[in-house]
């Protein structure tokens, strides 16, 4: 029995880990790799193994970084069976058409810049195309409801448990046997942030010998979701008051959804304008949100108590829900509006057009209310730049820069070690979906079992 790392082992994106049991192959996860210019490269190369010997994959979540590359795994010979709860699976399709759709438009945008240059070099091809998008949806076989036990096959057994990340987001555990030995393997998956709103908190986990889990916050504490909260508002209406937009970058799948819940019980409890206008200009977030609404199972108390009252809880008075590219880009003539756009990262999406048109205002401000990977537009705007480049354009920073952290989907430090604290003190961690600081600091924490660090193809025997 051994496990390699292929991908989120020393970054926070692209997580990849294969696990090897009587000559089965279990691949956990298959994200895309996000961020820096040579981590777009890096989505090219090789797995570091065979597609095609893969036997199945199982899916924790929907977030690109966990599914994006899938389309590519099929495409270099991956037939195997693809397993997840029934609302990741609903989401991971839209996710990965939209991703095809970015390959193909930026794949044409440089092949556009190449042909008015001399030396044009080779054409640039998609990573994958919505071909391959669709065609690897047939490898999605069963869902899996949480807390059930599923038979891979023989000596393979896979449960899954609510990670509370995003909907339909799950921990993973494996418990394998092979000529006599017997492990149980547990994948943290993304774990989710307690007391916030949408879904319940993570399940607690079960026991394991090997314990694989992120780091994403292992070096920092978030701010309580109370104080976020009035930072929201309080910077909402200071900018709508100056006639500026605020810019909100954000994740199409629950960060979205969890921004329209608090905006809607800010109207309600009086704290912002009832006829605030709001624009959630990203399809794929309008789509993710009618995807939440057919998954209430996912739902906590507290959204379940909205919907029982007759309200939606995502609907709000001056919301306007933007699919086209038209009406996107006539938003550069809004004034005192909230703008919703992804990507959370700025990495790509309408946000950048937004941006564009609104960064250099002093009067507009940006509030970012989650991650932002070294790297990205996000981080560079947050870590104070004075210009920052988009579309080939210097741009002045001169609006308002917020960064709110009670809003984060990810488990903070003091969460990371209480999960921890309840596997029953396994044998080996290892510590992935971090950058290196991260999991540096969060090692340091942990008593009680071997640490381990591991780096990009990485393989340890279990």
Not at 226 to 254: C, H, K, M, W
Request: proline share 4%; net charge negative; charged share 25%.
């Amino acid at each position: 029995m051994h496990i390699s790392f292929h991908g989120a082992a020393g970054n926070v994106t692209g997580s990849c880990f294969l696990i090897e049991c009587r000559g089965k192959r279990v691949l956990i996860d298959c994200g895309l790799y996000q961020g820096k210019r040579e981590l777009e490269e890096d989505n090219r190369n090789d797995f570091g193994f065979d597609p095609a010997a893969i036997d199945y994959l199982l899916l924790t979540h929907a977030h690109l970084d966990h599914c994006g590359r899938i389309p590519l795994l099929s495409k270099w010979g991956f037939t195997g069976k693809i397993i997840t709860t029934a609302a990741t699976r609903e989401l991971a399709r839209l996710v990965m058409l939209d991703s095809a759709r970015i390959q193909e438009e930026e794949a044409r945008y440089r092949n556009y810049k190449a042909s008015k240059k001399k030396d044009r070099g080779e054409p640039v091809e998609p990573l994958y195309d919505t071909l391959d998008a669709l065609n690897c949806l047939d490898n999605f076989s069963g869902t899996v409801d949480f807390m059930t036990a599923h038979d891979l096959c023989p000596g393979i057994r896979a449960s899954f448990f609510n990670a509370g990340h995003i909907l339909g987001s799950a921990g993973i555990l494996l418990e394998l046997e092979d000529t006599g030995r017997r492990s149980r393997v547990l994948f943290s998956g993304d774990l989710g942030y307690d007391d916030r709103a949408l879904l319940p908190d993570p399940a607690p986990p079960p026991h394991a010998d090997t314990v694989i889990m992120e780091t994403t916050y292992g070096n920092r504490e978030h701010k309580r979701l109370d104080p976020s909260l009035d930072e929201l508002y309080q910077a909402i209406n200071t900018t709508v008051a100056r006639r500026g937009n605020v810019l909100i970058p954000s994740f199409a799948l629950e960060r979205a959804q969890e921004i329209l819940y608090y905006l809607r019980e800010g109207i309600e409890k009086g704290l912002l304008d009832r006829n605030l206008p709001v624009y959630l200009d990203s399809p794929m977030a309008i789509s993710a949100t009618q995807i939440f609404l057919r998954h209430r199972e996912c739902f906590d108390e507290e959204t379940w108590e909205v919907i029982s009252s007759g309200r939606d809880p995502f609907a709000l008075p001056g919301l306007h829900m933007v699919r086209d590219a038209a009406e996107s880009m006539a938003l550069k003539q809004a004034r005192g509006a909230v703008i919703i756009a992804g990507s959370g990262m700025c990495t790509g999406g309408r946000i950048r057009h937004h941006l564009r048109h609104n960064l250099w205002r002093p009067e507009s401000s940006v509030i970012f209310v989650g991650f932002a990977a070294n790297g990205t537009l996000a981080r560079r705007i947050i870590n104070g730049h004075d210009e920052v480049r988009i579309f080939q354009e210097e741009v002045e920073v001169n609006a308002e820069v917020y960064t709110i952290g009670g809003f984060s989907a990810h488990a903070d430090q003091r969460e990371l070690l209480n999960w921890h604290a309840r596997t029953g003190g396994p044998e080996q961690t290892f510590l992935v979906h971090g950058e290196e600081i991260a999991r540096q600091s969060f090692a340091a924490l942990l008593t009680n079992t071997e640490v381990h660090l591991p780096t990009l193809h990485q393989k340890f025997a279990l």
